[in-house]
């Protein structure tokens, strides 16, 4: 009886499927992942809109390029902000600040009327341009 020789089969892997495989993957990825969502920022919308006294408002404060500050429409010196500043959280210790700068304001004039607001308690400062209204600032994304 004769022996046959048995041929040696190369061990190769067929790559035609290959790509089918690889695109089940990524369906498979696809439908199972869970993505993520960003929070946004909390805030609350008031319910009611009540009549709010003067001490009660939150101060606005225009800083000009010149330095000069401008309050409630009358010029007014830097050291005043922080008497302003402490007579307001007295009254009102959730009061913020809002400084409205023009735009070729120099930094230190900034810098000086924020430093009165935190020397005189207040620590909620917020910055808006001069040419927008607050209310305009306030929905503008």
């Given at each position: 009886?004769?022996?046959?020789?048995?041929?040696?089969v190369?061990?190769?892997?067929?790559?035609?499927?290959?790509?089918?495989?690889?695109?089940?993957?990524i369906?498979?990825?696809m439908?199972?992942?869970?993505?993520s969502?960003?929070?946004?920022?909390?805030?609350?919308?008031?319910?009611?809109?009540?009549?709010?006294?003067?001490?009660?408002?939150?101060?606005?404060?225009l800083v000009?390029?010149?330095?000069t500050?401008?309050?409630?429409?009358?010029?007014?010196?830097y050291?005043?902000?922080?008497d302003?500043?402490?007579?307001?959280k007295?009254?009102?210790?959730?009061?913020?600040?809002?400084?409205?700068?023009?735009?070729?304001?120099?930094?230190?004039?900034?810098?000086?009327?924020?430093?009165?607001?935190?020397?005189?308690?207040?620590?909620?400062i917020?910055?808006?341009?001069?040419?927008?209204?607050?209310?305009?600032?306030?929905?503008?994304p």
């Open positions: 009886m004769k022996v046959k020789k048995k041929t040696k190369n061990p190769d892997i067929s790559s035609a499927s290959m790509s089918d495989i690889a695109f089940l993957l369906i498979f990825f439908l199972t992942t869970v993505f969502q960003e929070q946004g920022l909390n805030y609350r919308i008031p319910e009611t809109v009540k009549p709010v006294t003067e001490e009660m408002r939150n101060i606005e404060i000009q390029e010149n330095g500050l401008v309050f409630q429409g009358k010029t007014i010196p050291e005043q902000i922080r302003i500043a402490i007579a307001r007295a009254a009102n210790p959730e009061i913020f600040a809002v400084l409205k700068v023009e735009e070729k304001t120099p930094y230190g004039y900034i810098v000086n009327a924020m430093d009165e607001l935190l020397v005189g308690g207040i620590e909620n917020a910055f808006v341009s001069a040419e927008l209204d607050l209310e305009d600032a306030v929905r503008t």
